[in-house]
Structure formats: C-alpha cells, structure tokens
C-alpha cells in the first residue's frame, strides 16, 4: 500500500484525528432535523401583529359565528368573568379632604345610587342610546377574544342635545369596532396601525375610519382632552412591550379547531356513506364473466342446448325475484328474495376508537386558549371527579380574575371616572371643596373596586365550612370572603343593618341578632 511517508523515508504519515466540534445545549436537533425543519426567525411582535391582524379578525368571527361550541364558550367567558354585570365597590382615598368615616360613607352611598341608576340605563350611558352599561361590557370581552381590543370613544352631549333626548348627563360611551381603527403605519409620523404616538411613545391620537351620509372617511381622535379625561377607550392585553394593538385570543389555535371540524365532517361523511346500518344482498346470480363464458360454450360442440337450458333456467328464476320487492326508507319492506339470495344488515365501522381520544385532546386546546374549561367548551363530564372538577376551576380561577382586572373593570372603570367627573362638576354629587378640589384629585377620589361572580364551587356544603374555618382562625375578612361570593361587603352590611332593625322594631327574633352559646351539660352515665 503507498502512502504519503515523513522525511525519514519510513515511518508513514497519518492524518490527524478530528476534534469533536462543541454543540450547542439548546437547539441541540435529533438526527431527523426536526428542529432545523422549523425555520422560525426573530421578529418584532407588534410586527407580526400588524401583519396578522385583520386575517385573524375575519377568521376569528367566522369560526364563531359559525361554531355553537365556540358561540357557547364565549359565552360561558362572559359569564365566568361579570355575570350579569360587574358591582361598583368605590374606594376613594379622602386624606386630607375634610370626610371624616360617616361622611364618606353616606359620601359613598351616594355615588353608588347615581351610578346604578346612569349605568343600566341605555339611553343615558350609550351615545347611541340602546346598550346598557353591562351589554356594553359584554360586547368588550366579545372583542376581546374575536379580536384581541375593545375600542371606543367618548362624547359629551351639550344642553341643547340633552333637551332633544330628555337626558340628565353628557357623558356618552359609543363602541368603536376594533376593525374601524384603521391599519395606517407610518413611522415618519409616528403612527402605527392606527395609533399616533409622541417622542416618548406615548399613544396622542387614534385614527378611526368613520362614516357619514354614506360617505367614508378617516378620522382622528386625541387619546385625552385638554383637562386629562380619556376621550378613546383602547383596551388590550399587550404580549410584548412594543405591542400597539392586541390580536385574536383565538389565533394560537386556529389550526387545531380547524383541524377539529375536519375530521368532525370527514367522521360524519364516512358515517352518511356507510350509513346508520348498511344493507348487503348476497346473490348466487351469476356475474358478467359467467354470461361470457356462455356465449364461449355455446360456440363449443354440442354445448349449445347445455347453455340454452341454463339461460331459461336462470330466466324463471329472474321472473320469479322480479316479483319481489326490497324497500328500505320510512316503511321498509322485504316481501320476497330471490332463490339463493340473503339480506345482510353490517354496523358502520365510523367513529373507531381513536376519534374520541383525539377529538378530546384538540378540544382541551381550545379550551385552554379560550380560557375556560374543558368541561365548559364541550359540556361533557363524563369522567369527572369531585377532585378533578375542584382542580379544573381552581386552575382556571386566576385566569378568569386576571381577565376581570385586565379587560372587564377598566371598561367599567374609564366609564365611572368621567361620568363622576361631570357629576361633581355639575353639583349633583357634593363634594367638600367643590369641583376644583375633586379635579386637583381626580384619580384618587375615582378609585374604585369591580366585583363579579362568585367563584364556582364543586360542593357549596364544603365552601361554605372552609370560608367559616379562615374567619374564625384569623386568616380572612368579611371583605375577602363576601369578594369571592361577589357581594358587597359595604352593601352587604347595610342590608343585615336594615333587616335586623327591622326586625327589632317589630318585636320578633332578628335572625342576624348574637346568639350566646349554649352550656354544655355532662350527665353521669347511667349505672
């Protein structure tokens, strides 16, 4: 064998062995590529929000409206985050401003009265005057999960449009579609899908495409007046720090739900075809090879009268079946069959044993993208524990608070703030100082709380015994317990105030009066 040698003429020279390249821990791919298959470059977010957003949008409202099973879990969001509509629970901060305990209380019941008689009343509260506050609210967290924003913008109706209507307040909430503010970006103008910002990035303006006499035109609203109210209400649940606009809560799982309703239709298709029970007719008649292979004989020697009697034989036997009759549909009947002939009934084969499995597993991702349970997307509890329905709410709780905080309340919220802002500033509400004190402290004096529904319980018996267990050993409050019910502890505490009195004032037993406790008598036990 030659080879290549060192300069001593004998010994051979020998390529150096390879040193192991480093690899990377992350990435590390599998010796199919799969990771390397995935091409995924890095892009900005809000990037890929603006170039995703009006597709998911229009498959996002066609998958539900479209989907009883999507209908019905937003509907089921809805009522797992405000119910029938979420309760105001005001907690101003009055430091400083003269109210002493009393006074704010009484200051507080006030404002409540004002604010439920305004907020569930449309033609006070809607610029448009045909949605309530809470219809209002829902139509946000429908947005929310069709197209990831609620959008608004508020108006102020003057004297003169408030005598036309027969109105006592100005301040009007009109719900933009998130689909009319509009996708404009321009980075020399600072605007971006829409939205102008400032040097700092701060949102200025909000460009809405509007519609006037059947003529459409683009239109710019400021984020705030003069005085520093909200004149539009752009209300998302950012992914990045750079996000400008939200996107669909449905996008991640678009392709599994559609995936889901194909097989859905192919199951149902093959079950249509094969039908709810097939019907099979075994004949002993001969096929079309046989009649062949006659003609064939009849051209044989002395085969000729064989074949002949072998077609009148098979003629009477086809006059005789003709006579018969076979009807499958609303009056099935089977009157006679054929010599040699079976009537078989065979089970369709479809959905097989995987399709449950399957189906399970593309709606439990839904669910979770959804943000509701699995239970509450498909109604089937079919293997349902007391544990493991305790588990599946106590998991998706946080998320349904989380949604409350994030996209509900600050609805109501921006609503309440200006509307206090008019009724302080017109004298309906009084307030120590008059409007200039309440507008050097206007956030402040505007905190409030939103409560909703309560939390779902599996057994209400068992709720109820641990709610009593943490008031009693100190580590809970009439406020955090009452919150978790979606009461008002302050609403509450009027209410057992009032009915106890009443009672008293009546001369009968109050239900709410302090019970002492009974002694307990040891007896001896009995020789």
């Not at 003429?9 to 590390?28: E, F, I, K, Q």
């Not at 018969?324 to 010599?339: E, F, N, T, W, Y």
């Not at 307030?431 to 402040?444: E, L, V």
């Not at 406020?479 to 009032?498: C, K, M």
């Amino acid at each position: 064998m030659s080879g290549l040698v060192k300069s001593d003429g004998v010994t051979p020279l020998v390529a150096a062995s390879r040193s192991p390249r480093p690899t990377a821990r992350y990435l590390r791919d599998t010796s199919s590529g799969v990771i390397a298959s995935r091409v995924a470059p890095v892009t900005s977010h809000r990037d890929d929000v603006r170039r995703s957003w009006s597709r998911a949008a229009g498959l996002a409202m066609d998958l539900i409206q479209n989907s009883g099973r999507l209908k019905g879990a937003t509907d089921q969001v809805l009522a797992d985050t405000v119910g029938v509509g979420l309760t105001l629970s005001p907690d101003p901060d009055l430091t400083g401003l003269g109210y002493d305990d009393k006074e704010k209380a009484d200051w507080i019941r006030i404002v409540k009265r004002r604010w439920t008689a305004y907020w569930k009343k449309a033609r006070e509260c809607d610029m448009r005057g045909k949605l309530t506050g809470p219809q209002m609210v829902d139509i946000g967290l429908r947005w929310h999960i069709a197209y990831g924003e609620v959008t608004g913008v508020f108006d102020f109706f003057a004297d003169d449009r408030r005598r036309k209507y027969n109105l006592t307040t100005g301040t009007k909430l009109l719900l933009y579609p998130p689909t009319r503010l509009v996708q404009d970006t321009s980075e020399l103008e600072g605007l971006f899908q829409g939205v102008r910002h400032d040097e700092n990035g701060r949102a200025v303006a909000y460009r809405f495409q509007t519609s006037a006499s059947g003529l459409k035109a683009k239109r710019d609203y400021p984020a705030f007046d003069t005085d520093g109210r909200p004149v539009v209400m752009h209300i998302f649940d950012p992914m990045d720090s750079e996000d400008v606009r939200g996107i669909s809560q449905l996008a991640p799982a678009f392709r599994k739900h559609i995936q889901a309703e194909m097989l859905d239709d192919a199951t149902l298709q093959m079950a249509i075809l094969q039908t709810v029970f097939a019907i099979t007719l075994t004949s002993e008649q001969p096929s079309q090879d046989a009649y062949e292979a006659l003609e064939v004989l009849k051209e044989s020697e002395g085969g000729t009268g064989y074949a002949q009697e072998y077609l009148d034989f098979l003629g009477a036997q086809l006059d005789r079946a003709a006579e018969s009759r076979i009807s499958v549909g609303a009056d099935p009947q089977v009157s006679h069959l054929g010599p040699g002939e079976k009537l078989g009934l065979e089970t369709a084969n479809v959905p097989g044993r995987d399709f449950l499995p399957f189906s399970n597993s593309l709606a439990r991702d839904m669910a979770r993208t959804i943000g509701c349970t699995y239970g509450g997307l498909t109604m089937d509890y079919t293997d349902a524990t007391y544990a493991s329905v305790r588990m599946e709410g106590s998991s998706i709780w946080p998320v349904v608070l989380r949604r409350r905080e994030r996209i509900a309340a600050p609805m109501c919220q921006l609503v309440y703030a200006n509307w206090l802002d008019e009724e302080v500033g017109e004298g309906r509400i009084p307030f120590k100082g008059g409007y200039r004190a309440f507008r050097a402290n206007r956030d402040r004096v505007s905190a409030a709380n939103w409560q909703g529904p309560a939390k779902p319980t599996a057994d209400d018996h068992k709720a109820a015994r641990a709610s009593t267990e943490r008031l009693k050993n100190g580590t809970s409050s009439i406020g955090i317990e009452t919150g978790d019910l979606g009461v008002d502890p302050d609403a509450l505490f009027e209410e057992r105030q009032r009915e106890h009195q009443r009672y008293v004032d009546a001369g009968m037993e109050s239900p709410y009066a302090v019970r002492q406790a009974q002694p307990i008598i040891e007896t001896e036990p009995a020789p």
